[in-house]
Protein backbone atom coordinates (compact mmCIF):
# COMPACT_ATOMS: atom_id res chain seq x y z
CA UNK A 1 0.00 0.00 0.00
CA UNK A 2 1.57 3.54 -0.85
CA UNK A 3 1.44 6.28 1.40
CA UNK A 4 -1.42 7.93 -0.95
CA UNK A 5 -3.41 5.26 -0.14
CA UNK A 6 -2.72 5.21 3.62
CA UNK A 7 -3.53 8.96 3.68
CA UNK A 8 -6.81 8.74 1.56
CA UNK A 9 -9.74 6.34 1.69
CA UNK A 10 -10.79 7.08 -1.70
CA UNK A 11 -8.87 9.01 -5.02
CA UNK A 12 -10.58 9.41 -7.93
CA UNK A 13 -9.00 10.66 -11.84
CA UNK A 14 -11.48 12.03 -14.36
CA UNK A 15 -14.04 9.15 -13.61
CA UNK A 16 -16.58 9.00 -16.48
CA UNK A 17 -19.64 6.82 -17.31
CA UNK A 18 -21.36 6.82 -19.96
CA UNK A 19 -24.63 5.30 -21.17
CA UNK A 20 -24.82 5.55 -24.33
CA UNK A 21 -24.44 9.37 -25.82
CA UNK A 22 -25.13 10.35 -22.11
CA UNK A 23 -22.69 11.20 -20.02
CA UNK A 24 -23.81 10.58 -16.61
CA UNK A 25 -20.53 11.46 -14.82
CA UNK A 26 -17.97 13.47 -16.39
CA UNK A 27 -14.14 13.42 -15.35
CA UNK A 28 -14.69 13.72 -11.88
CA UNK A 29 -11.47 13.87 -9.74
CA UNK A 30 -10.89 14.39 -6.18
CA UNK A 31 -9.76 12.52 -2.49
CA UNK A 32 -11.31 12.04 0.22
CA UNK A 33 -9.10 11.57 3.47
CA UNK A 34 -9.55 8.70 5.90
CA UNK A 35 -11.81 9.33 8.92
CA UNK A 36 -13.35 12.41 6.90
CA UNK A 37 -17.24 13.14 6.24
CA UNK A 38 -17.33 13.74 2.97
CA UNK A 39 -20.95 15.00 1.59
CA UNK A 40 -21.99 14.57 -2.34
CA UNK A 41 -24.61 17.02 -3.13
CA UNK A 42 -26.58 17.84 -6.52
CA UNK A 43 -30.25 17.73 -7.48
CA UNK A 44 -31.84 14.77 -8.57
CA UNK A 45 -30.39 12.80 -11.88
CA UNK A 46 -26.59 14.82 -11.63
CA UNK A 47 -24.20 11.77 -10.77
CA UNK A 48 -24.47 11.51 -7.06
CA UNK A 49 -25.76 7.76 -7.05
CA UNK A 50 -24.01 6.52 -10.34
CA UNK A 51 -20.40 7.85 -8.87
CA UNK A 52 -21.20 6.10 -5.69
CA UNK A 53 -22.22 2.25 -7.58
CA UNK A 54 -18.83 3.10 -9.15
CA UNK A 55 -16.85 3.22 -6.34
CA UNK A 56 -18.79 0.20 -4.53
CA UNK A 57 -17.65 -1.89 -7.51
CA UNK A 58 -21.10 -2.20 -8.84
CA UNK A 59 -21.02 -0.32 -12.23
CA UNK A 60 -17.52 -0.16 -14.49
CA UNK A 61 -16.61 3.34 -15.54
CA UNK A 62 -16.70 3.86 -18.77
CA UNK A 63 -13.12 6.08 -18.16
CA UNK A 64 -10.54 7.20 -15.77
CA UNK A 65 -9.08 5.63 -12.34
CA UNK A 66 -9.24 5.28 -9.15
CA UNK A 67 -9.34 3.72 -5.73
CA UNK A 68 -11.61 2.86 -2.61
CA UNK A 69 -9.65 1.86 0.42
CA UNK A 70 -6.74 1.16 -1.29
CA UNK A 71 -8.18 -0.98 -4.14
CA UNK A 72 -8.20 -0.55 -8.09
CA UNK A 73 -12.01 0.29 -8.98
CA UNK A 74 -11.81 -1.14 -12.40
CA UNK A 75 -9.52 -4.04 -11.14
CA UNK A 76 -10.39 -4.80 -7.72
CA UNK A 77 -14.07 -4.65 -7.10
CA UNK A 78 -14.69 -7.73 -5.26
CA UNK A 79 -11.67 -6.74 -2.52
CA UNK A 80 -13.69 -3.36 -2.48
CA UNK A 81 -17.33 -5.14 -1.96
CA UNK A 82 -15.72 -6.70 1.00
CA UNK A 83 -13.89 -3.08 2.49
CA UNK A 84 -16.88 -1.11 2.54
CA UNK A 85 -20.55 -0.61 3.67
CA UNK A 86 -22.91 0.24 1.52
CA UNK A 87 -26.66 1.82 2.85
CA UNK A 88 -29.05 3.19 -0.19
CA UNK A 89 -32.08 5.51 0.65
CA UNK A 90 -34.40 2.18 0.52
CA UNK A 91 -32.45 0.58 3.46
CA UNK A 92 -31.76 -2.68 1.48
CA UNK A 93 -33.76 -4.71 4.43
CA UNK A 94 -35.72 -7.51 4.00
CA UNK A 95 -39.22 -6.45 5.03
CA UNK A 96 -40.76 -9.76 5.94
CA UNK A 97 -37.95 -10.64 8.32
CA UNK A 98 -37.52 -9.84 11.86
CA UNK A 99 -34.95 -7.52 13.20
CA UNK A 100 -32.90 -10.41 14.76
CA UNK A 101 -33.29 -12.64 11.02
CA UNK A 102 -32.05 -9.01 8.90
CA UNK A 103 -29.10 -8.85 11.35
CA UNK A 104 -28.60 -12.94 10.38
CA UNK A 105 -28.56 -12.83 7.01
CA UNK A 106 -26.45 -9.91 6.16
CA UNK A 107 -24.35 -11.46 9.09
CA UNK A 108 -23.94 -14.62 6.24
CA UNK A 109 -23.44 -12.20 3.54
CA UNK A 110 -20.37 -10.48 5.30
CA UNK A 111 -19.32 -14.18 5.79
CA UNK A 112 -18.72 -12.89 9.42
CA UNK A 113 -17.29 -15.89 11.39
CA UNK A 114 -19.03 -18.01 13.68
CA UNK A 115 -17.17 -16.67 17.21
CA UNK A 116 -17.86 -12.81 16.17
CA UNK A 117 -21.65 -13.28 15.05
CA UNK A 118 -23.21 -13.31 18.38
CA UNK A 119 -21.20 -10.03 19.33
CA UNK A 120 -21.76 -8.04 16.43
CA UNK A 121 -25.36 -9.21 16.65
CA UNK A 122 -25.61 -7.49 20.26
CA UNK A 123 -23.34 -4.32 18.88
CA UNK A 124 -26.08 -3.53 16.10
CA UNK A 125 -28.93 -4.03 18.34
CA UNK A 126 -27.67 -1.87 20.90
CA UNK A 127 -26.39 0.50 18.96
CA UNK A 128 -30.04 0.72 16.59
CA UNK A 129 -31.54 0.88 20.24
CA UNK A 130 -33.31 -2.19 19.02
CA UNK A 131 -33.85 -4.39 21.97
CA UNK A 132 -37.24 -4.61 22.24
CA UNK A 133 -37.44 -5.07 18.55
CA UNK A 134 -35.86 -8.38 17.84
CA UNK A 135 -38.32 -10.50 17.29
CA UNK A 136 -40.44 -7.45 15.31
CA UNK A 137 -41.05 -8.33 11.69
CA UNK A 138 -39.00 -4.93 9.75
CA UNK A 139 -41.66 -4.02 7.86
CA UNK A 140 -43.63 -2.35 11.31
CA UNK A 141 -40.58 -0.53 12.26
CA UNK A 142 -40.68 3.47 11.80
CA UNK A 143 -38.33 4.84 9.50
CA UNK A 144 -36.16 5.89 12.08
CA UNK A 145 -35.74 2.67 13.22
CA UNK A 146 -35.49 0.71 9.95
CA UNK A 147 -32.52 3.62 9.44
CA UNK A 148 -30.66 2.66 12.38
CA UNK A 149 -31.00 -1.24 11.47
CA UNK A 150 -29.51 -0.34 7.95
CA UNK A 151 -27.02 0.96 8.49
CA UNK A 152 -26.26 -1.51 11.76
CA UNK A 153 -26.46 -3.90 8.65
CA UNK A 154 -24.22 -2.09 6.23
CA UNK A 155 -21.34 -1.85 8.97
CA UNK A 156 -21.63 -5.38 10.53
CA UNK A 157 -18.59 -6.60 8.99
CA UNK A 158 -16.60 -3.25 10.44
CA UNK A 159 -15.78 -1.86 6.94
CA UNK A 160 -12.82 1.17 7.00
CA UNK A 161 -15.24 2.70 4.20
CA UNK A 162 -18.81 3.37 4.81
CA UNK A 163 -21.47 4.77 1.39
CA UNK A 164 -24.62 6.49 2.44
CA UNK A 165 -26.86 7.36 -0.64
CA UNK A 166 -29.53 9.65 0.87
CA UNK A 167 -29.85 7.88 4.53
CA UNK A 168 -32.38 9.62 5.55
CA UNK A 169 -34.72 10.30 3.06
CA UNK A 170 -38.29 10.11 4.28
CA UNK A 171 -37.47 10.31 8.15
CA UNK A 172 -38.16 12.90 10.71
CA UNK A 173 -35.86 15.45 11.72
CA UNK A 174 -35.23 13.64 15.19
CA UNK A 175 -34.44 10.67 13.34
CA UNK A 176 -32.10 12.20 10.98
CA UNK A 177 -30.76 14.09 13.77
CA UNK A 178 -29.64 11.07 16.25
CA UNK A 179 -28.85 8.87 12.90
CA UNK A 180 -26.37 12.25 12.41
CA UNK A 181 -24.49 11.36 16.11
CA UNK A 182 -23.78 8.43 14.63
CA UNK A 183 -22.17 9.53 12.10
CA UNK A 184 -20.07 11.44 14.21
CA UNK A 185 -19.56 8.42 16.15
CA UNK A 186 -18.38 6.38 13.47
CA UNK A 187 -16.20 8.80 12.10
CA UNK A 188 -14.51 9.40 15.61
CA UNK A 189 -13.37 5.48 15.41
CA UNK A 190 -11.88 6.71 11.72
CA UNK A 191 -14.32 5.37 9.48
CA UNK A 192 -14.55 7.41 6.17
CA UNK A 193 -18.32 8.35 5.65
CA UNK A 194 -18.73 8.82 1.80
CA UNK A 195 -22.79 10.20 2.01
CA UNK A 196 -24.86 11.87 -0.17
CA UNK A 197 -27.76 14.23 0.78
CA UNK A 198 -30.10 16.84 -0.66
CA UNK A 199 -30.72 18.80 3.02
CA UNK A 200 -28.63 21.86 3.47
CA UNK A 201 -28.52 21.38 6.84
CA UNK A 202 -27.03 17.98 6.92
CA UNK A 203 -24.49 19.09 4.33
CA UNK A 204 -23.71 21.47 7.01
CA UNK A 205 -22.45 18.93 9.16
CA UNK A 206 -19.66 17.40 6.56
CA UNK A 207 -16.25 18.25 7.27
CA UNK A 208 -16.07 18.67 3.29
CA UNK A 209 -18.44 18.90 0.19
CA UNK A 210 -18.49 18.12 -3.46
CA UNK A 211 -21.10 19.71 -5.57
CA UNK A 212 -22.08 17.67 -8.65
CA UNK A 213 -24.44 18.93 -11.67
CA UNK A 214 -24.55 17.60 -14.86
CA UNK A 215 -22.11 14.84 -14.25
CA UNK A 216 -19.40 17.50 -13.57
CA UNK A 217 -17.81 18.53 -9.80
CA UNK A 218 -18.62 22.21 -10.07
CA UNK A 219 -17.01 23.08 -6.34
CA UNK A 220 -15.16 21.11 -3.65
CA UNK A 221 -14.40 22.40 0.08
CA UNK A 222 -15.69 22.84 3.39
CA UNK A 223 -18.97 24.43 4.07
CA UNK A 224 -17.19 27.12 5.47
CA UNK A 225 -15.17 27.76 2.42
CA UNK A 226 -17.91 27.22 -0.09
CA UNK A 227 -19.77 29.89 1.56
CA UNK A 228 -17.13 32.67 1.66
CA UNK A 229 -15.47 31.89 -1.61
CA UNK A 230 -17.64 30.41 -4.31
CA UNK A 231 -20.14 33.06 -5.01
CA UNK A 232 -19.43 35.71 -7.24
CA UNK A 233 -22.59 38.00 -6.28
CA UNK A 234 -23.18 38.75 -2.65
CA UNK A 235 -26.38 38.14 0.10
CA UNK A 236 -28.70 40.89 1.51
CA UNK A 237 -31.20 39.47 4.05
CA UNK A 238 -34.41 41.26 4.21
CA UNK A 239 -36.43 41.16 7.02
CA UNK A 240 -39.80 43.07 6.32
CA UNK A 241 -43.52 42.69 6.43
CA UNK A 242 -45.26 41.05 3.13
CA UNK A 243 -41.99 39.50 2.09
CA UNK A 244 -43.73 37.61 -0.82
CA UNK A 245 -44.72 41.60 -2.43
CA UNK A 246 -41.41 42.57 -1.73
CA UNK A 247 -39.91 40.00 -3.40
CA UNK A 248 -41.31 41.45 -6.52
CA UNK A 249 -40.29 44.96 -5.97
CA UNK A 250 -36.72 44.21 -5.65
CA UNK A 251 -36.24 42.30 -8.19
CA UNK A 252 -37.13 45.02 -10.74
CA UNK A 253 -33.96 46.71 -9.15
CA UNK A 254 -30.52 47.28 -11.44
CA UNK A 255 -27.94 44.93 -9.64
CA UNK A 256 -30.79 42.32 -8.17
CA UNK A 257 -29.66 38.89 -9.45
CA UNK A 258 -32.65 37.61 -8.20
CA UNK A 259 -34.37 37.12 -4.49
CA UNK A 260 -36.02 34.29 -2.61
CA UNK A 261 -38.25 33.71 0.21
CA UNK A 262 -35.89 32.55 3.09
CA UNK A 263 -37.63 32.09 6.67
CA UNK A 264 -39.64 34.96 7.32
CA UNK A 265 -37.48 37.43 4.95
CA UNK A 266 -35.58 37.30 1.89
CA UNK A 267 -32.49 36.84 0.55
CA UNK A 268 -31.51 38.96 -2.08
CA UNK A 269 -28.62 38.32 -4.58
CA UNK A 270 -27.05 41.27 -5.61
CA UNK A 271 -23.77 42.02 -7.34
CA UNK A 272 -22.61 44.36 -4.98
CA UNK A 273 -24.34 44.93 -1.45
CA UNK A 274 -23.44 48.44 -0.72
CA UNK A 275 -24.62 49.65 -3.71
CA UNK A 276 -27.85 47.17 -3.36
CA UNK A 277 -28.56 47.73 0.53
CA UNK A 278 -29.67 51.98 -0.26
CA UNK A 279 -31.67 51.31 -3.13
CA UNK A 280 -33.41 48.58 -1.57
CA UNK A 281 -34.30 50.39 1.68
CA UNK A 282 -35.48 53.60 -0.93
CA UNK A 283 -37.53 51.29 -2.98
CA UNK A 284 -39.25 49.55 -0.03
CA UNK A 285 -39.89 53.04 1.50
CA UNK A 286 -41.28 54.27 -1.11
CA UNK A 287 -43.52 50.90 -1.50
CA UNK A 288 -45.39 51.78 2.49
CA UNK A 289 -42.72 48.92 3.73
CA UNK A 290 -41.64 50.69 7.27
CA UNK A 291 -39.93 47.78 8.68
CA UNK A 292 -37.64 46.51 6.55
CA UNK A 293 -33.75 45.85 7.66
CA UNK A 294 -31.65 44.87 4.86
CA UNK A 295 -28.38 43.44 5.90
CA UNK A 296 -25.29 42.25 4.07
CA UNK A 297 -24.75 38.38 4.94
CA UNK A 298 -22.40 35.27 4.75
CA UNK A 299 -24.94 33.24 2.32
CA UNK A 300 -25.76 30.02 3.13
CA UNK A 301 -25.09 26.96 1.75
CA UNK A 302 -28.25 27.19 -0.49
CA UNK A 303 -27.63 30.36 -1.60
CA UNK A 304 -24.21 28.67 -2.95
CA UNK A 305 -25.98 25.46 -4.31
CA UNK A 306 -28.39 27.60 -5.96
CA UNK A 307 -25.88 30.78 -7.13
CA UNK A 308 -23.18 28.12 -8.60
CA UNK A 309 -25.90 25.94 -10.60
CA UNK A 310 -27.56 29.05 -12.27
CA UNK A 311 -23.76 29.91 -13.15
CA UNK A 312 -23.51 27.05 -14.91
CA UNK A 313 -26.19 27.20 -16.94
CA UNK A 314 -25.28 30.51 -18.01
CA UNK A 315 -21.61 29.12 -18.77
CA UNK A 316 -23.68 26.13 -20.69
CA UNK A 317 -26.14 28.83 -22.76
CA UNK A 318 -23.05 30.91 -23.95
CA UNK A 319 -21.44 28.23 -25.10
CA UNK A 320 -24.43 26.36 -26.73
CA UNK A 321 -25.07 29.82 -28.66
CA UNK A 322 -21.24 30.37 -29.55
CA UNK A 323 -21.60 26.61 -31.61
CA UNK A 324 -24.63 27.91 -33.47
Given at each position: ????????????????KRFGDFVAVNRVSLDVKR???????GP????????IRML???LTPSGGSGTVAGFDIIRETEEIKKNIGYMSQRFSLYEDLTVEENIDFFSGIYKIPGEKKKARKEWVIAMAGLAEHCNSPTATLSGGWKQRLALGCA?????PIIFLDEPTSGVDPISRRSFWDLIYHMSGEGVTVFVTTHYMDEAEYCDRLGLIYRGELIALGSPEELKTGQMAEEIVEVMCERPQEAMGLLEELPGVRHAALFGRGLHVVVERATDAI?????KLTDSGFHSAQPEKIVPSL??????LIEARDRQDAGQQEFTK
Amino acid sequence: MTENDQTYAVTLRDLEKRFGDFVAVNRVSLDVKRGEIFGFLGPNGAGKSTTIRMLCGILTPSGGSGTVAGFDIIRETEEIKKNIGYMSQRFSLYEDLTVEENIDFFSGIYKIPGEKKKARKEWVIAMAGLAEHCNSPTATLSGGWKQRLALGCAILHEPPIIFLDEPTSGVDPISRRSFWDLIYHMSGEGVTVFVTTHYMDEAEYCDRLGLIYRGELIALGSPEELKTGQMAEEIVEVMCERPQEAMGLLEELPGVRHAALFGRGLHVVVERATDAIPAITGKLTDSGFHSAQPEKIVPSLEDVFVSLIEARDRQDAGQQEFTK
